[in-house]
């Protein structure tokens, strides 16, 4: 396993390194079993990983409450409409352009925007981009660094020359920045690859985005696994059995790096979804009228001393889901491998 | 002897401090600092709210309220100007005895010097001169070292033009036209500004952060623009927020009314400021372009419906409640604005969806994709974020492109721009004259970079009737009002844009400024000028 070539801590004694050995080995349970035994030992973790459930489930609910309890679409204005508050007719927005405030009633129950809009609907609506943005970003991260990663580990030589340096300029420019430049060029052309055509306001443009610019930071690591694993003797056994590279890759080297992608993951959907809130903050991300956090405290930003709620009721649903899903993912990187040390260094 | 001396000097400079510390500095906070410094570039209303009483031109504008105040009057020049028979050539008498701010004399060359300077410089607005001062083209492109069509013998100034253009006068009162000393740097002054004519001069300028507007120790009043009463000191806010806050807590003294109060504070500033805020018109059409050339809008169905079924009302509140509704192009206080019936119904009451959605229907039209464009600035997103609903709602499939407030224009005045069908347009007068706002809606304006016309409206009766009355300027302006209300009917008709409201600005200051003696004109704003302390 490659988690022998990261331990560190070495006993004097070797019927004391036996004993730790059957401890987080017992004889006959598999690694992913003894992860999962792990992992259900660690409440706290498992405790924000059903907070993160729940918030993936309100927000994928987000259709049946704009339609059955606030009876509004995320994208609905009603500038000019009034509410009944506590027996009052009150204006959605002020004739000054104040938005109104959570009334705890099915309508507007946590206000309204500036253009009249329900929150708690765009903010559900909001979080399922977001959500979508990251985990698909995070599908195209994995799949490409996982390919660059064990090619360039595997063959070494020019191929390695080539793809490490491609890595290295994109990982030389800052993410913010480079997805920013990435953004605004795309919001407006879309992306055009021939069979490969995205319009520029669709979600997939900031997460091709996002997922590009993450790659260097999981395939590195990747890479530098592999080049340590295409030495073991296993993989000299299956040379020698005339395996093809391709099945090398996929058969030996691949099952034995999957644990450091699992480890991976929650980290860049965490990051992913930060990434897309501070895109579209800064309008390079998910393009209007479509809601996410980030264009809901961009949006809310100008209006914080009379509406403050329209920055933090998205900020508050950003934390709680990164704080989620990173406790999350530590205690499945502690359950897999406790003694490693994955994060991603910005 | 020595002793006398220094007694001397020492006394000198006693009685030059009392006399500048008598001399009062009131605090103007802008939100957006001026373009440009320079008066032969400046092309904003920061710039020009400056510029206007640093470097007058041959004609400025008469410091007064309302309507009087786009009133032309004689600036460097002594009298109206002499305009021949055809239209095509002006004879101006230039005053003697005025000095710049530095104690340079005034000369009448200095006009084709100031003018060339502008052209060369890049001026944004320089086609108010290459496009109708014989020459200035050919001088422009290169071909010719100075300006034919400008000749000076003595103090008389014969300036040809290639066509009769009544708005000329207009363009001799603009800022850039003012006068700078011949042989000023061809170069950007901003951060030194040159000196001009006028009752202040720029001083003390750190870039993007403050400056000084001092009074002109050389200026001789002329008549109707007066001297200053304080000198001006500005800074640039970081934000609108900090701008009014510092008004509203008498940190600051004036608030630059190219800016807006935040929604958030107006509530405090109408309650604890009432008697030293209020809102002025300004000049101004706000509306949704539909370019007339593509599908969808190219059928005069599917843009009366956009008329039909947008609520001024509450693009107003987006806006702060700082608009007039209106359906009109040509905003109030503009020669040739009509008070007649609105067709698409008041614009003070509920838009008429119903009715939009059938046109809509009728026109064949619902499921076209519409693209909308729009500003990434706050409250111009909202705007077209509403918008965008409005033509969905219509049957329309939308998509929404906002875009970096820089790249705006840009981006929707080049030709090679896909998709650019509907989105935000806004523009405020150059000069107080309907051809300033018309030449957005003629045909010869549609170029392939920099395009203004962006509803691509080609009308042969309106590029008549443009030519026509846009002969008319200065006195005689006011006897083809009728003729261009005539036009503006007909415009609102054919449905070529969805005007949806007219400016209103803050006139806001502290408690120290005499607020009832602050001027506030159509063409340039607050006036520093009438700027005083308690």
């Known amino acids: 396993m490659s988690s022998d070539a990261i331990g560190t801590g070495f006993s004097a004694d070797p019927s004391e390194l036996r004993a730790t050995h059957e401890v987080e080995h017992p004889a006959g349970i598999g690694p992913y079993r003894l992860a999962w035994r792990r992992l259900r030992r660690n409440r706290i973790a498992l405790a924000f990983g059903a907070l ?295 | 002897m020595i002793a006398a001396g220094l007694l001397l000097a020492f006394s000198a400079v006693a009685f030059g401090k009392a006399h500048t510390s008598a001399t009062p500095t009131i605090n103007y906070v802008e939100g957006t600092a001026p373009d440009y410094l320079d008066p032969q570039l400046g092309y904003t209303t920061q710039a020009w709210e400056v510029h206007w009483l640093t470097n007058i031109g041959l004609y400025t504008y008469a410091h007064a309220n309302g309507q009087a105040g786009t009133k032309l009057i004689p600036g460097i020049a002594k009298a109206q100007p002499h305009v021949s028979a055809d239209g095509k050539t002006y004879t101006v008498q230039v005053r003697s005895g005025l000095k710049y701010s530095d104690g340079t004399p005034v000369k009448a060359e200095d006009f084709a010097y100031s003018i060339e300077r502008a052209i060369k410089l890049g001026w944004g607005g320089k086609s108010f001169y290459t496009g109708y001062i014989v020459g200035a083209d050919a001088f422009d492109k290169g071909k010719a070292k100075s300006i034919s069509g400008i000749k000076t013998s003595g103090s008389t100034i014969t300036i040809k033009l290639t066509t009769a253009y009544g708005a000329f006068e207009n363009v001799l009162a603009l800022p850039p036209s003012g006068f700078v000393p011949s042989g000023t740097a061809m170069k950007n002054l901003s951060s030194s500004p040159p000196p001009g004519f006028g009752p202040y001069k720029i001083d003390k300028v750190v870039p993007n952060k403050s400056f000084s507007v001092d009074l002109n120790p050389n200026y001789t009043p002329i008549a109707g623009v007066p001297k200053g009463k304080a000198n001006i000191s500005v800074k640039i806010a970081a934000t609108t927020q900090t701008e009014a806050e510092s008004v509203l807590n008498n940190s600051a003294d004036v608030f630059d009314w190219g800016d807006q109060v935040p929604p958030s504070l107006l509530s405090q500033v109408k309650a604890k400021a009432a008697s030293r805020y209020k809102l002025e018109p300004t000049i101004s059409t706000f509306y949704f372009f539909m370019n007339t050339q593509t599908k969808p809008f190219n059928n005069q169905l599917a843009r009366e419906a956009v008329n039909y079924a947008i609520d001024r009302r509450a693009i107003s509140r987006l806006n702060g409640g700082n608009f007039i509704p209106t359906c009109w192009f040509l905003p109030d206080g503009m020669v040739g604005h009509t008070n007649a019936k609105c067709p698409y119904g008041d614009p003070n009451k509920a838009p008429q969806l119903a009715k939009a959605k059938a046109l809509v229907k009728q026109a064949g039209l619902v499921g076209t994709p519409v693209t909308v464009w729009g500003q990434d600035r706050s409250p111009r997103k909202e705007f077209v974020d509403y918008y965008a609903g409005v033509l969905k709602s219509l049957g329309f499939k939308v998509t929404e492109k906002i875009i970096s407030s820089a790249q705006y224009w840009a981006t929707i005045g080049n030709a090679k721009t896909p998709n650019v069908q509907t989105g935000f347009a806004d523009w405020n007068q150059d000069f107080p004259h309907p051809a300033d706002f018309y030449f957005l809606a003629e045909s010869k304006s549609i170029q392939p970079l920099n395009n203004e016309n962006f509803s691509m409206i080609k009308d042969s009766y309106i590029d008549k009737t443009v030519a026509r009355l846009g002969k008319y300027g200065g006195s005689k302006l006011s006897s083809v009002a009728g003729s261009w209300a005539k036009l503006e009917q007909y415009t609102a008709k054919k449905a070529y844009y969805a005007n949806y409201g007219q400016q209103e600005v803050p006139l806001f200051t502290s408690s120290k400024i005499d607020f009832g003696k602050v001027i506030f004109t159509p063409v340039y704003g607050t006036d520093w000028s009438s700027l005083s302390v308690k």
């Open chain 1, 52 to 346: 993160f459930v729940v918030l993936v489930l309100l927000c994928l609910l987000a259709p049946v409450y704009a339609s059955e309890i606030a009876h509004t679409g995320p994208n609905v204005n009603h500038i000019t409409d009034q509410v009944h508050v506590g027996g009052k007719l009150k204006d959605v927005v002020s004739l000054e352009g104040v938005p109104i405030g959570p009334t705890w009633h099915g309508r507007f129950f946590l206000g309204a925007d500036s253009n009249g809009r329900d929150v708690a609907v765009r903010l559900l609506y909001g979080g399922r981009n977001s959500l979508e943005v990251g985990a698909v970003a995070t599908l195209i991260t994995i799949i490409l660094a996982t390919i660059l990663g064990t090619v360039a580990g595997f063959f070494r030589g020019w191929v390695d020359g080539i793809i490490a340096r491609v890595l290295d300029v994109i990982w030389a420019y800052p993410v913010i920045l480079l997805g920013v430049a990435l953004g605004v060029a795309l919001a407006v052309g879309g992306l055009n690859l021939g069979v490969f055509k995205l319009q520029g306001n669709s979600l997939m443009v900031p997460a091709a985005i996002i997922g590009f610019v993450y790659v260097p930071y999981v395939a590195k690591p990747i890479r530098a696994q592999v080049l340590g694993l295409r030495e073991k003797e296993f993989v000299d056994a299956a040379r020698t059995q005339g395996l093809s590279p391709l099945r090398i890759m996929v058969e030996e080297i691949l099952p034995n790096v999957a644990s450091t992608i699992i480890v991976f993951v929650p980290l860049i959907v965490a990051n992913s979804i930060l990434t897309e809130a501070g895109l579209s903050y800064l309008g390079a991300g998910v393009q209007p009228p479509n809601p996410s956090w980030g264009t809901m405290i961009g949006d809310g930003i100008r209006l914080i001393p009379s509406a403050i709620h329209l920055t933090i009721v998205p900020g508050l649903m950003l934390v709680l889901t990164i704080l989620g899903i990173n406790v999350f993912g530590d205690g499945v990187r502690d359950a897999l491998d406790p003694r490693a040390k994955v994060r991603i260094e910005r």
